[in-house]
């Protein structure tokens, strides 16, 4: 029997996905433990030294909790997010170019969060209101990469498709949110642009906030307990390369390698009757891992290279594809923001 163009072309890369070896997820360090320093608990470091990052924890305890922002620049690191950790304590967490600090000390946790690649967003089609339950119909995603626009503003990458089209080409879900489950959260705004109203290519847009507790950052977010991957460039999708991503539902660091040449043409005949270009690859994904950063393996210094965006998966065992990054930037006229 013949098969649909479409149906042929996930069956092709269903096969080519399955005959592929299956990748043993690699072992990724964390932080190195420091000694704690007063009633910092918890004192950690990567890819910097413990004396240093003791000193900093000094520093953050000599000052209240809500000035940690203020505190941690003056040292010449830049926060990335707070978060409580119960019994009275609060976790904060720092990024200087591939070095990352880990700090627990007491008290509630100062209000600082921001952008990276990893989190969890939510697209809806009604207001977002801090502090208020999401309107129906929002559905959940995940934010990729930082990126700098033409105009000189900043612009977060997520999947269009999580932001929608009507038959009109007008945006569906227009309003966006880095979301602190379960409310909305930090409310971003509306979608900047969505490239699917006019290329092929499953990319959106999102303001990014600002400030000095609205940290924008090259980074990809391993959650607390993990130091951040940084992002140092961008790189291309090629056959066999080990590759991984990180998703809101599928977690942290899931990695498996690029699909080889026998899947190219099923790749193709996706991109033409799904109308957006993908590439593939052997890692599993699930629903809300739409819009995560796709990037390749970590190297030793923490550092990654940026490939793409999640956008779909396909066969029996939901492999996830991507949109390529290049095109993206190119048809945005951005530029890849990196950590230094």
Known sequence: MRLPPLVAAVALLATAIAAAPAAAQTPLDGYARCEPVGQASIVEVSVAGCDEARAVATALLAAPAADAAAVLRL????????????????????????AALHV????????IDGWSAGRELLFAGGTLV?????????????????????????????????????????????????????????????????????????????????GATRPATAVVDRGVER????????????????????????????????????????????SVFAGVVVRCTTIRASEGDSGAPVYTAPRADGSVRALGIAVIVVGPRSRMCFTPLLPVLDALRARLVTQR
Do not use: Y
């Open 75 to 98: 040292a010449g690191w830049s926060p990335l997010r707070a978060a409580a950790a119960g019994a009275g304590e609060h976790d904060v967490v720092a990024v200087r170019g591939l």
């Open 104 to 111: 627990r000390r007491p008290g509630p946790a100062p209000d």
């Open 227 to 270: 130091p951040p991957w940084t992002v140092a460039g961008t790189a291309r999708p090629l056959s066999g390369r080990r590759v991984c991503f990180s998703g809101r539902t599928s977690g942290v660091d899931r990695c498996g390698r690029m699909v080889g040449s026998r899947a190219r043409r099923g790749e193709r005949l996706l």
């Open 130 to 210: 801090p502090g208020a339950r999401p309107p129906r119909g929002a559905v959940l995603c995940t934010s990729a990469f930082l990126i700098r626009l033409r105009s000189g503003r900043l612009g977060g990458l997520s999947a269009a498709h999580c932001g929608g089209i009507r038959r009109n080409r007008t945006v569906r879900r227009r309003n966006a949110a880095l979301r602190r489950p379960p409310l909305p959260g930090i409310v971003l705004g509306r979608v900047v642009r969505n490239l699917q109203r006019s290329r092929p290519l499953d990319a959106l847009v999102l303001p990014v906030p600002t």
